[in-house]
């Protein structure tokens, strides 16, 4: 469970997020969507401590995230392309990221072994470093990756972007498999509310950096976050 | 046209996310400027009255021309190194209607307006105006004055011709070597003699000033390949046509051995290897160590003990320096990940210590043959060594933590100065001058055997209380956590 009270964040007096309470229970699949600049990333980026809050706090399974750095095992999270390091091969990438999780290669072998459809014959076995994959293909290694070693939380932000038809549609399995069979908490952040509906449990839209609708997916969310939008 | 690009040079660089946060390196190179200026002013003004003086029976001018060779030689070795074309961010022009021959010949023509083209004419100026007062033939000293300014040109863009090809090799500095050495080679064994036949150029540049149009020729010459090499160039795609080697991945498993820093020790070996700035970081080594070959055969040093101890600490701590300054930027482009993730801080900053320490001892084991030169200097090294285990390595580290500088690993390598700045100048202190300095002491008013222990006692002292200091490194590091992900997030 991921509880987030009175958060907010400000640079240089201008307030991007500001987020009151919010809770996400364990085992959702959470999406988060906004226009640019409405504090996705922002909301993220401090779930991951990586930028300090002005105020409030973040508590992930009664780890206060910037106090202590015990929500690091059970977390884990693909940003953008800076979360990947450029001269290793996809292999030796998951390999260094199973080792910081505790996971020896024959388990990252197996693990990764389950995404064969997923990365459509292109990762793995290519010898080539991640820097000279192409932007979707990047996005396919990140978010495998961040799967690797059974973490209870995920953060992936954007998922959907760059990555081809198929591709995108094999994602919304993975996702959903995560969260109804494997109980993981699921972060999601998309600018596609086709995709977001379709996989996850609730959404929450921010505007301007706060929360402007809490949704629990139905068949007529679409269309009310369409309407929401169009104007 | 013209005018738009130079409002969005001065934009670029006003605007730049590191301005002011590199004023620093910009004041220091003032200094170094201006201490040119002054030395070429000197050497314009006082080169014909202490030529006279010295060869009272030839003319000066004669005797300038026949070393003229040696300042084209030198000349270009120095831009080689220091000199840049500049850069324009083209990528966003190229669908806009511009020509590219206009974007070409822009950056050509900027380049001309470098300060290397002008630091000469501080030379070049003064000593004319001698010639023409000493009652020189006007027409032919502004003639010979005319053509040494082109000739400067004629380097400035030969320089780039060499640049550009040499940019693609591995070793991005051997052809300019071998060029210029094989050029002075050939000319010391006397095989073709370019002093004489540089000289008696010039010297008919003199007698006839029209035989400039030769240096006008060879002007446009090499302007002309450079600008089909950089109209070339102007495409988007021409970055990627570069094939996509198929990569060697080398089992990197004997680092098990090293415990739980292993997976961080696997990525430093390969960020090290499988990067062209960083390998080029690794040949730095063979200088490094060669370093003592400068100084030790030269009778004028043997004398000098407390110099000793300056090239032990360079020799043996090269890769230290040159590895060491850069932590943790060197992972700035993925920094965000590590901090995500489930590392200790502590295992990233000592596998970081484990390879420069080994190197040091390497490189100590590869100095021993300078025992040749005597017991001395081994011994010295040897302190040296110490020294750099012991101290230098957790220095270094404690100075990276105030590192704000990304670094693009993609980019070329040598002389490449991203990401440096006042820390990495400030770091030379304690690094280089401190040891030298106590050491020079110790050694002046004691023995050279006691100053010799005292670096060894300060280096096992730092080796002894290693954990502790790099608990407080350790907490360096993470006091400026954000901070640091915040600028490794910014291009400047």
Request: glycine content about 8%.
């Amino acid at each position: 469970m991921i509880t987030t009270s009175n958060l907010s964040k400000k640079y240089s007096g201008n307030q991007v997020l500001f987020i009151e309470d919010l809770e996400i229970p364990k085992g959702q699949s959470f999406g988060l969507v906004g226009n640019n600049g409405a504090g996705k990333t922002t909301y993220f980026s401090l779930l991951l401590d990586l930028i300090q809050p002005s105020t409030g706090e973040i508590v992930s399974h009664d780890i206060q995230v910037n106090k202590s750095e015990a929500w690091k095992p059970f977390t884990s999270a693909f940003i953008d392309e800076s979360f990947l390091i450029g001269y290793l091969t996809p292999e030796e990438y998951f390999y260094f990221i199973g080792e910081l999780r505790g996971q020896n290669k024959a388990t990252v072998d197996a693990f990764v072994a389950q995404f064969e459809d997923f990365f459509h014959g292109e990762i793995l076995g290519k010898k080539k470093y991640l820097r000279d994959l192409s932007k979707g293909n990047q996005k396919k290694a990140g978010i495998v990756s961040a799967l690797i070693g059974n973490p209870e939380v995920v953060i992936l932000d954007e998922p959907f972007a760059n990555l081809d038809p198929t591709t995108q549609i094999r994602l919304k399995g993975i996702v959903k498999d995560l969260a109804e069979k494997q109980g993981v908490t699921i972060l999601i952040s998309s600018h596609d509310l086709l995709h977001v509906t379709d996989v996850c449990e609730r959404i929450v839209v921010l505007e301007k950096g706060e929360v402007v609708k809490d949704l629990i997916t139905n068949e007529a969310t679409l269309k009310e976050l369409e309407a929401h939008f169009s104007n | 046209m013209i005018k738009h690009f130079l409002n969005l040079e001065w934009k670029s660089f006003f605007r730049s996310a590191s301005f002011g946060k590199s004023l620093g390196i910009k004041i220091f190179m003032g200094f170094m400027a201006l201490y040119f200026i002054v030395m070429f002013l000197a050497m314009g003004v006082g080169l014909f009255p202490i030529l006279k003086k010295l060869f009272p029976d030839q003319d000066p001018l004669n005797i300038v021309n026949n070393y003229l060779f040696y300042w084209l030689l030198a000349d270009l070795l120095f831009r080689f190194f220091f000199q840049k074309l500049p850069v324009m961010q083209v990528k966003p022009l190229l669908t806009l209607p511009i020509s590219r021959n206009t974007i070409v010949n822009y950056v050509l023509g900027k380049s001309a307006f470098s300060f290397f083209n002008f630091l000469p004419l501080f030379a070049i100026i003064p000593f004319g105006i001698t010639l023409i007062v000493k009652d020189y033939p006007l027409a032919s000293v502004l003639g010979w004055m005319f053509g040494l300014i082109l000739t400067t040109i004629i380097i400035n863009f030969l320089n780039f011709i060499i640049e550009s090809l040499s940019s693609e090799t591995e070793l991005s500095f051997l052809p300019i070597i071998i060029f210029t050495g094989g050029l002075f080679a050939l000319d010391y064994f006397n095989i073709i003699s370019f002093t004489e036949l540089i000289g008696s150029a010039y010297t008919g540049i003199y007698n006839q000033p029209y035989f400039i149009v030769t240096l006008l020729a060879i002007l446009g010459f090499c302007y002309s390949i450079n600008f089909q090499l950089l109209h070339k160039k102007l495409f988007l795609d021409s970055g990627l046509k570069t094939e996509i080697k198929e990569v060697n991945t080398a089992n990197l498993d004997w680092t098990k051995s090293f415990g739980d820093v292993a997976p961080f020790m696997q990525l430093d070996l390969r960020l090290i290897w499988r990067n062209k700035r960083t390998k080029s970081s690794v040949w730095m080594l063979a200088i490094g160590l060669l370093y003592g070959l400068f100084f030790y055969p030269n009778p004028v040093y043997q004398g000098m003990v407390f110099f000793y101890i300056f090239i032990g600490i360079f020799s043996t701590g090269i890769f230290l320096i040159n590895f060491g300054q850069f932590v943790p930027a060197w992972d700035s482009g993925y920094y965000k990940l590590l901090m995500s993730q489930n590392i200790k801080y502590e295992q990233y900053l000592k596998s970081k210590f484990t390879l420069m320490a080994v190197s040091v001892v390497a490189l100590f084991l590869l100095g021993i043959p300078y025992v040749y030169f005597g017991w001395k200097i081994l011994f010295a090294h040897f302190a040296a060594a110490i020294y750099n285990v012991g101290v230098n390595t957790h220095v270094i580290l404690w100075g990276g933590s105030y590192n704000r500088k990304k670094i693009n690993l993609d980019q070329k390598a040598a002389f490449n100065y991203q990401g440096t700045g006042a820390v990495q100048w400030l770091i030379g202190i304690p690094l280089l001058l401190i040891p030298m300095g106590l050491f020079a002491l110790l050694n002046w008013s004691l023995s050279f055997e006691i100053a010799c222990l005292v670096l060894i006692v300060m280096g096992v002292l730092g080796i002894i209380f290693h954990q502790k200091i790099m608990q407080f490194i350790t907490g360096k590091y993470l006091e400026s956590k954000y901070q640091m992900i915040d600028a490794f997030d910014q291009e400047n």
